[in-house]
């Protein structure tokens, strides 16, 4: 996706940032990030705030509650710590949560759910052992 504006990988904003459009963070932002649109997080970007979008991918590291009206997806190098709430949460192997798991509105089914812990880590599921059969 073409995102329609970026903070660059050497650029330090320290304040809130505010937009009615899509934005992809390579940099550093110290402060709130509220957008409309998309939402990307590179995996060296760094948001010490609150961030929220529609769609939010999170590559890099947020110190802050990450609020989706859509989705949040954390990719492998992605590191959070605060709570994430969203309709549609993913989380890939090596992705990092402290804080709160809470996904609910828009949800296709009706239900909701939420996950409380120290630390939710997304991990490969553990191998199933089948029984064998016996000889009697």
Do not use: H, K
Request: aromatic content about 0%.
């Amino acid at each position: 996706m073409a995102y329609a504006s970026v903070i660059g990988s050497s650029s330090v904003i320290r304040g809130n940032v505010r937009g009615e459009t899509s934005l992809e963070i390579l940099g550093r932002v110290e402060g709130d990030v509220g957008i409309t649109g998309d939402l990307s997080l590179g995996p060296d970007a760094v948001v010490v705030g609150t961030i929220s979008g529609a769609r939010i991918v999170i590559g890099g590291s947020v110190q802050g509650d990450v609020t989706a009206g859509e989705a949040v997806v954390i990719t492998e190098t992605g590191r959070v710590v605060g709570d994430l709430t969203a309709p549609r949460i993913g989380m890939s192997e090596g992705a990092l949560v402290r804080g709160s798991v809470r996904s609910e509105g828009g949800a296709a089914n009706g239900r909701s759910s939420s996950a409380r812990g120290a630390e939710v880590r997304a991990q490969a599921p553990a191998p199933v052992e089948r029984a064998t059969p016996r000889a009697v």
